[in-house]
Every structure is written in C-alpha cells, then in structure tokens.
C-alpha cells in the first residue's frame, strides 16, 4: 500500500482492508455512491476524512472478459500506484489536482486488482453536470483553459480528458481529476489530442458553442 500518514491519521492495525472496503463505510453512514466514468466510485464523508474511493475498472470491449483485473507486470506498473505518485507530484508543484491519500494493489496470480482514495475537492462539480444545466459564463470557460494550460505546461499528459473529469467548485475554481494512465512527457502534439477529446465531450453534452470554446482556448493561451 501507498499511502500518505499525514492524511490518513490514527487507524487500526487492518487498516488496509478497512480502507478500500465501501461496505466498511456504508456501515458506518459515511459513504455515498458516485457517478464517474466507467469505474465504482464512492465519496466517504468520515469527520476530517472527506474523500473519493475508486475501484479501478476496464472499458471497452476487454471489460466483457477482465472486469477490472489487469495484468501483472511488477508492483512499478501497477495503475492505482502510478496515479498516486503522479497525484502526489502534481499536488507538490500546486496544480489544480486532489492530493493522493492511499493507494493498494491485490494479487492473485499473473493479475491483479487496484484501488485508490485522494482528497474530495469540496463543493464541486463535474463541468459536465454544470453545463447540462445550461450556459456557462465565459470566465468560468476562461479558468478550464488556464488549468488546462497549467497541466500541460508542466508536461502532465491526461489520458481522458473530458468533462466528466474536470471540477468546478462554487467560488469557480477548477480542478482536474482521474490520471489513470496519465504521464508526464516532453511537449508535443499530445497536448492537442488532449483539447480535441475535451472538445468532442463537450459537443456531446450540449449547450455548447463556438464562443464557448473560444474563451476556453483563450484561457489556455493566456496562461
């Protein structure tokens, strides 16, 4: 297990089983289902412990046949412990990212399983449930791009970039969540593809223009 002390505070000896275990937490009155992607996702709500459990699942067709196993390569490869050390860099240098509390593998032969917990970005919603509520200002529009733009100038290529993954608080702060398969690289035309799968989520969802993207690429080129 990876896991961040500082974050995690007085736990019992079986903490790793009790940690990743929603059923722990529903028990208790603390956890609520959360919608995200294909993977089970949870939120758990445990006094200071305000955080995101994330069982790590396939998509696509493969899901049919390994769920959420995925192949054994040594404990460097596994996916829950890349996030978390990406998460933790990114959270070091202050971009707009949640902080990794803890992260576990489990093993059964030449597969294995993962999950991850981070902070809960308080008050905040996907920019997909926001903009399917209608119109959004132009200067919220403005402050994806510049988040954006912080990602990618630190080199941090996001594998899914869309508007389920992108946060916006009350006060209009944005965040960005879900860096499974993300790395960080040198500048190229990766950064692109980013924008354009950004852009085909954002069509899908509606209420979206032109102009709306337009003040998103300018946020992203201004920053």
């Not at 990743?20 to 937490?25: I, K, L, M, S």
């Not at 404990?75 to 990794?100: I, M, Q, S």
Request: aromatic fraction near 10%; glycine fraction near 8%; charge should be positive.
């Amino acid at each position: 297990m990876l896991s961040d002390p500082a974050c995690l505070g007085n736990l019992p000896q079986n903490a790793e089983e009790m940690l990743f275990d929603p059923e722990y937490w529903r028990r208790r009155g603390e956890l609520t289902e959360a919608s995200r992607g294909r993977g089970s996702a949870w939120f758990i709500a445990s006094g200071a412990r305000q955080w995101a459990l994330r069982h790590f699942r396939r998509g696509g067709f493969i899901a049919r046949l390994w769920q959420d196993c995925y192949v054994w390569a040594g404990e460097n490869r596994v996916r829950a412990f890349a996030e978390w050390r990406l998460l933790a860099l990114l959270t070091e240098r202050g971009l707009p990212v949640p902080k990794p509390v803890a992260a576990r593998y489990q093993r059964s032969g030449l597969v294995y399983r993962c999950d991850l917990i981070t902070q809960r970005i308080a008050n905040a919603e996907p920019l997909s449930a926001v903009l399917a509520r209608g119109v959004i200002a132009e200067a919220r529009w403005r402050a994806v791009g510049a988040a954006i733009a912080g990602l990618h100038r630190a080199g941090v290529d996001h594998a899914d970039l869309n508007a389920h993954n992108i946060l916006i608080d009350a006060k209009g702060t944005v965040s960005i969540i879900d860096f499974d398969r993300g790395r960080v690289r040198a500048p190229g035309t990766w950064a692109a593809r980013n924008l354009q799968r950004l852009r085909r989520s954002l069509v899908k969802i509606g209420h979206f223009s032109e102009e709306s993207w337009g003040w998103l690429t300018a946020g992203y080129d201004a920053a």
